[in-house]
């Protein structure tokens, strides 16, 4: 990841004499060994990818590009590169100034190396962050591994909508929650939390309405925020089957009725 910061700020030095705009190329080209030689240490990919492709390395990317599937989407990491696959990657090319072809190629792996950690998380967020219960991501409802895993996919997620938002930090309050710490806490016993995929924002510079209404654009299916039952102090945002949004005062969805249980908290 530092490598590939260093090269692309040498490439604008070089080129800061210049007044001509050179507009983005598109990214079809080959993965070279030279490009595979001074990738990041997290994953590193070793062919171009495009739509019919299948396979790790295209689960992988998708992760990367998780926050991309466009308002309302969810984009499955299947691992196999399909239309919603090319849209989220079109939509992360576009995001970032790159060529948007849809086809994952050189210019698009390097600026995901920029912007991941060498444990794969998203230079923005840690996996401290998701993670004030225990050091080592047991006693939810589902495995240990597992519930890191959704946390990354998260993380992911909230990267692109933290750059959506102009780059201003994220305030991250919580995450994953062990059956304890969830019953510490007073938490709903189908919370997300227990799942890993869940993560709690603070105000932050954006304020909770922009936050809970901007994560309709980022991959999130659960999102509960101000006029929700215990939600008027933080935004929630999550991942599960199907979509549930409330934040009635930020126009989000219906305000509860009076005896109506909250689904998470």
Not at 115 to 131: A, H, K, W
Not at 169 to 193: K, L
Request: hydrophobic share 40%.
């Amino acid at each position: 990841m530092k490598f590939r910061a260093v090269l692309s700020m040498v490439a604008l030095l070089a080129g800061a004499g210049t007044a001509v705009a050179t507009p983005a190329a598109a990214d079809p080209e080959p993965v070279t060994a030279a490009d595979m030689a001074i990738a990041d240490a997290c994953y590193t990919w070793g062919r171009t990818l495009s739509e019919g492709a299948s396979g790790e390395d295209v689960r992988q990317l998708q992760i990367r590009v998780a926050g991309y599937p466009g308002y309302g989407g969810v984009l499955g990491l299947d691992g196999e590169f399909g239309p919603g696959t090319k849209a989220a990657v079109t939509r992360f090319q576009q995001a970032y100034g790159l060529g948007a072809d849809g086809i994952a190629g050189p210019a698009t792996f390097s600026k995901i190396y920029e912007l991941q950690d060498n444990d794969c998380t998203p230079v923005d967020f840690s996996y401290d962050e998701l993670n004030n219960c225990n050091s080592d991501w047991s006693g939810g409802n589902v495995s240990a591994a597992t519930a890191r895993a959704n946390a990354l996919v998260s993380m992911w997620k909230l990267q692109a909508m933290r750059h959506a938002m102009g780059d201003r930090p994220i305030d991250v309050n919580g995450g994953f929650r062990s059956v304890a710490c969830n019953n510490a806490v007073g938490g709903s016993a189908t919370s997300r939390h227990l799942y890993g995929d869940a993560v709690d924002l603070g105000a932050g510079p954006q304020g909770f309405c922009a936050l809970a209404q901007k994560a309709r654009d980022h991959g999130f299916n659960e999102i509960l925020g101000p006029g929700y039952p215990g939600h008027n102090d933080h935004v929630h945002v999550a991942h599960k089957s199907s979509r549930f949004w409330s934040a009635p005062s930020c126009g989000i969805g219906a305000r509860p009725r009076a005896d109506e249980v909250p689904v998470d908290y």
